[in-house]
């Protein structure tokens, strides 16, 4: 539909110089016939003066055939004239998918038009144009204002809201604007005529497709409304076209590209396209309306199907679908069952979660049983035990301190415990100097041998035996030290 | 009476209450609606009721009702709020510290002392036992005089 470039393309193919025609588009169907010159045109002589050259539309032929049919088709008010032929060959049909694209021309020509009355009317008040967006809006308001310049003089009452009136009211009273010459204001008064034409030829046409969808296809517009169906059809380009396209490609028909550069697309909706229109979607919360689309969607295909093959002509099939969407919808907005406490769970019956690894080892082993406590614990067989207050009182050493050995005390075997508490241990038992402990005494008392002289540097040297190497030891002490 | 607890009026349905809960503890206290120890006992019994759900079942007996009072009788029920406790048609005893053993008198100061008990009593009866030490320290247990028929 690109109407703007078609009509560039047709000016190229005429003067400039065109005349206004006075024309109507009512029921009299007039020819207008078209200056068609053979010569070139530039593009830089495109004189913008002229209406006829930027608006073509209501000049066509095929414009102007389909408003009177559809005029007559709404005279005859709902009429049964189709029995049960196959859809595509009923002429009523035709014409409804020739309104579908006709209204999204219309659409198109508005905008020229816009863009036509904004440029003429700038010269007098430019601010109107960001004050007032809507075409027809803007085009009702110029033709009210006309030449003006004393805005408390003109009534702007039922075309805008109040606050909007307010505004434009003191825009001009402030505005660089001077008033236009008579012809450009004939011409633009025009303009807003024409777009006002349009813009009513474009409900007529809405209204009789809206009013016949309930023929063509009485289940899909019982699901989402006559005037998106109708959209949608023609979109599809016919209603078993519709029907054949999968769900996920219907929920996008009508999708707005709008890739504006730069700007943010965290606030655009994605994904919908005419379905945003329908009060379905509309009434739904926003957090749920991706959900509500997909399942739109989903319905409409359905419906759309059933109606191509003409399966249920009175609508209910969609009625009921639409009652389904409507009851998934309120079931999705429903507040989660309030949370019950828990019951305990019964005592004992979950086996407790036993750890294991490295570091509960090295935890279990600051209180293991030493090996100190292990001679105490064991006696030797047929050899009395000493005890703390001697005679068999008091707590009993077993093979602590038992002849055969050259200690009273057992030397104590590299701790695993860790390297902070085993040097703090280090610092307070052997002192700061010093290679032996000062713990050790040279006797020891034995019942047996009587007094047994010990050797105190013997243990000194017990770490250099075996595997055992001193270099990592945590209580190693100097293999060697010069006596001074 | 609570509303969440079931009321007990005749034998047959404390029969069916103990012999029919199987691996769990039975709490049946017997009391009057109307006695405000009874009524804080019910609040507690009430709140925790869900909670033990999985190991205990709560039911009330209304001592005034004419069939229970064969079982007031043998229980010796004389000072109201009084609990007893059953495990599979088990009954099950407590010595916490005071005169007898055979039922709980008064209410409970905390709805933890409760799961407490009820948790040790189901312990002990997971073991076999028949009888259980109380797990509450003596300033929670309600202390009570035992009237004797020739005091």
Same mark, same amino acid.
């Given at each position: 539909m690109a109407t703007l470039a078609d009509s560039f393309l047709a000016d190229l193919d005429e003067l400039s110089d065109n005349e206004d025609d006075h024309f109507e588009e009512d029921a009299d169907a007039e020819n207008m016939d078209e200056d068609i010159d053979a010569g070139m045109a530039d593009i830089e002589a495109l004189n913008y003066d002229d209406l006829d050259n930027v608006s073509k539309l209501q000049k066509t032929q095929r414009y102007i055939d389909i408003i009177q049919k559809v005029e007559d088709a709404l005279k005859k008010? @709902?009429? *049964? /004239?189709?029995?049960? *032929?196959i859809l595509e060959n009923d002429p009523e049909y035709q014409l409804i998918v020739d309104c579908n694209a006709l209204s999204v021309d219309i659409e198109n020509e508005i905008v020229i038009i816009h863009n036509f009355i904004r440029d003429k009317y700038r010269l007098k008040f430019p601010e109107l144009e960001s004050l007032v967006h809507h075409p027809i809006d803007y085009a009702r308001v110029v033709k009210k204002i006309g030449n003006e310049m004393d805005l408390t003089l003109v009534d702007l009452e039922g075309l805008l809201p109040s606050a909007i009136i307010m505004v434009v009211s003191v825009t001009a009273s402030t505005t660089s604007g001077k008033p236009l010459p008579d012809d450009v204001l004939q011409k633009t008064a025009e303009a807003c005529d024409r777009a006002l034409d349009l813009d009513s030829a474009k409900k007529k046409v809405l209204d009789f497709v809206e009013s016949r969808m309930g023929y063509i296809a009485p289940n899909l517009s019982a699901i989402v409304g006559s005037a998106v169906a109708a959209k949608l059809m023609g979109t599809a380009g016919g209603l078993s076209a519709l029907a054949k396209i999968p769900a996920c490609n219907v929920q996008l028909l009508g999708n707005k590209k709008r890739n504006l550069a730069g700007f943010s697309t965290a606030t655009s909706q994605f994904r919908v396209g005419y379905l945003e229109q329908t009060e379905i979607f509309q009434s739904t919360p926003p957090a749920l309306r991706m959900r509500a689309c997909r399942l739109l969607a989903a319905k409409s295909t359905l419906a759309a199907r059933v109606d191509s093959t003409r399966g249920d002509p009175s609508g209910s099939t969609g009625r009921a679908l639409r009652e389904e969407i409507r009851k998934k919808i309120e079931k999705w907005q429903e507040p989660p069952p309030a949370k019950q406490p828990k019951p305990l769970p019964v005592p004992d019956s979950e086996p407790k979660k036993k750890r294991g690894g490295r570091r509960l080892r090295k935890m279990k082993e600051r209180y293991a049983i030493t090996d100190m406590r292990k001679l105490a614990n064991r006696m030797q067989f047929g050899v009395p035990e000493e005890s703390s207050l001697g005679?068999? !009182?008091?707590e009993g050493y077993g093979m602590l301190g038992q002849a055969g050995s050259n200690k009273l005390r057992v030397s104590r075997v590299q701790s695993k415990l860790s390297a902070k508490v085993a040097k703090k241990f280090k610092e307070k038992a052997?002192? %700061? /100097?010093?290679? *032996? %402990?000062? !713990? @050790? /005494? %040279?006797l020891a008392f034995t019942p047996v041998q009587g007094i047994e002289l010990t050797n105190p540097q013997a243990h000194a040297h017990q770490l250099g035996s075996g595997t055992q190497s001193t270099y990592f030891s945590e209580i190693g002490t100097f293999s060697k030290i010069k006596r001074t | 009476m609570s509303c969440v607890l079931k009321t007990l009026t005749t034998k047959k349905e404390i029969d069916t209450v103990i012999r029919d809960t199987i691996d769990k503890v039975v709490v049946l206290r017997f009391g009057r609606a109307t006695d405000s120890v009874c009524l804080q006992l019910d609040d507690i019994l009430a709140k925790s009721a869900r909670e033990i759900s999985k190991f205990g079942a709560v039911a009330l007996v209304d001592i005034d009702a004419e069939d229970i009072q064969v079982y007031v009788k043998y229980f010796d029920i004389t000072l109201i709020p009084s609990t007893v406790f059953f495990f599979n048609a088990h009954h099950m005893k407590m010595d916490s510290g005071t005169a007898d053993h055979t039922k709980w008198v008064g209410a409970f100061h905390r709805k933890q002392d409760f799961i407490d008990v009820v948790e040790a009593i189901f312990r002990g009866a997971m073991k076999g036992k028949l009888i259980v030490n109380c797990p509450l320290p003596p300033e929670r247990i309600p202390k009570y005089q035992l009237l004797y028929k020739d005091v």
């Open positions: 008010g @709902t009429d *049964t /004239s189709y029995q049960g *032929t005679d068999g !009182l008091g052997f002192g %700061s /100097s010093g290679a *032996t %402990s000062g !713990l @050790t /005494s %040279s | -």
